[in-house]
């Protein structure tokens, strides 16, 4: 093959100039994106040179000796980087080499026709070249486009780390600058969701989850998983069903209308988050629909002191009898305060209901019928549920107290 390759050097290197003309008009029709920055004199020097790259190829391949593949690695790394797709790339290299064997069969048939079939074996050759040169592009490629994926994913982290945490670094954007390179309005209408630790892996395998128009940015933190949320038109309640199928506990902010107050929004909706009951019914807290609990949770040494002037008497019980007694009042202020109801949520006679409420009023001095003492016994009881985990009420059974 460098025999045959050397007796027709100097008509290939005419034929490959024209073949480089060639492939260079197409690839200015067929791929414009990728062909239009570099020019056409450029494109069509850089085809040129893969082709006679790729003529070398054979010569050291008969040798022995290995593809030199450097510029095919820096054809793949410069697509990746112009974010062009990898297909277009490979495409032209196969057409240059369609183009090569062409070029290579019609020099020898012009120089000896006799000699075409010493240079049937260098097909295989060829084809053997050209395909480490599309394979090292494509490993290139893909290992910038990894690179570039990790850089542009650790900068939309840290511009949602602007926005949630409300203090940009001395060189980095302000919330209005930060929120257009994330592709957000300057007004809208936003929300932030919380999913607790628990719950975040879960909640990140959709990390673009969304219905309509609906749009999340997620961003992993070391304490929770959070969300911006784009609402769009869809109302603050579409939140919770997007959440519904995962199954997580979560905390969802109010809406707001400027990017500049999504780092509020992310501390209300950590705080509807310690509001979210472990177990049991929807697991998404929207803020405002239990905003009592969560004063009570945004005052943690005032909610100590709840906790122990109003309860104490009952949290100093045996831990049945505390079990039972939190349960029930729980049950029955989610009840809205009705006897029956709380008693079919219980398993038990609603007489039994009435028993141990009567009980939590003679232990605290309150009465559950007088206003202002209903309050504090609402808010003390948020207290101890959101210090630890909500007791469960007994299943199966009717207790006859």
């Known amino acids: 093959m460098e025999r045959i390759i050397e007796e027709i050097r100097e008509d290939l290197a005419r034929r490959l100039a024209l073949a480089a003309d060639r492939l260079a008009d197409r690839t200015l029709t067929e791929d414009p994106a990728y062909a239009a920055p570099l020019g056409r004199a450029e494109l069509r020097e850089r085809i040129h040179h893969n082709l006679r790259q790729a003529v070398e190829g054979l010569v050291r391949s008969s040798r022995g000796l290995p593809v030199e593949l450097a510029d095919a690695r820096a054809a793949g790394t410069l697509r990746a980087e112009l974010g062009l797709p990898l297909t277009p790339l490979l495409r032209t290299y ?23 079939p010493r240079l049937l074996p260098g097909a295989t050759a060829l084809w053997d070249v050209l395909d480490q040169m599309t394979d090292a592009a494509s490993e290139s ?10 850089r542009d994913r650790e900068r939309r982290a840290a511009l949602l780390d602007s926005l949630l945490d409300g203090a940009a670094a001395p060189a980095g954007p ?7 390179q994330l592709g957000l309005p300057e007004r809208g209408r936003f929300a932030v969701v919380v999913v607790a630790a628990d719950g975040a892996a879960r909640a990140m395998e959709r990390p673009g989850a969304g219905a309509g128009d609906l749009r999340v940015l997620w961003r992993i933190r070391a304490e929770a998983e959070t969300g911006l949320v ?7 309640e579409s939140v919770r069903e997007l959440l519904a199928p995962l199954g ?19 501390r209300l909706a950590a705080l509807a988050l310690r509001t979210a009951p472990e177990s049991g019914g929807p697991r998404t807290a929207l803020l405002d629909e239990g905003l009592p609990g969560a004063l009570v949770a945004g005052q943690a040494e005032l909610a100590g002191r709840l906790r122990q002037v109003v309860l104490g008497p009952v949290l100093a019980l045996p831990a049945e009898d505390r079990r039972l007694l939190l349960t029930t009042l729980g049950t029955w202020l989610a009840c809205r305060g009705s006897t029956t109801f709380a008693a079919q949520r219980l398993y038990c006679h609603r007489n039994t209901v009435s028993n141990r409420l ?15 003492q209903l309050v504090e016994l609402a808010l003390a009881h948020a207290a101890v549920v959101q210090r630890t985990p909500a007791p469960q009420a007994p299943r199966g059974r009717v207790d006859p107290k």
Request: aromatic share 4%.
């Open 174 to 180: 302000a919330a209005p600058e930060a929120a257009a």
């Open 141 to 150: 490629y893909r290992r910038t486009e990894a690179a570039r994926t990790d």
């Open 358 to 372: 009567r009980r939590v009023e003679q232990l605290t001095g309150r009465s559950l019928s007088d206003p202002r």
């Open 94 to 116: 196969r057409s240059g080499g369609r183009l090569l064997w062409a070029a290579l069969s019609e020099a020898v048939a012009s120089h000896d026709r006799a000699a075409l």
């Open 230 to 236: 784009e609402l769009g038109h869809h109302p603050l």
């Open 248 to 266: 997580v506990r979560a905390g969802v902010s109010p809406v707001v209308e400027v990017p500049a107050e999504l780092a509020r929004a992310y």
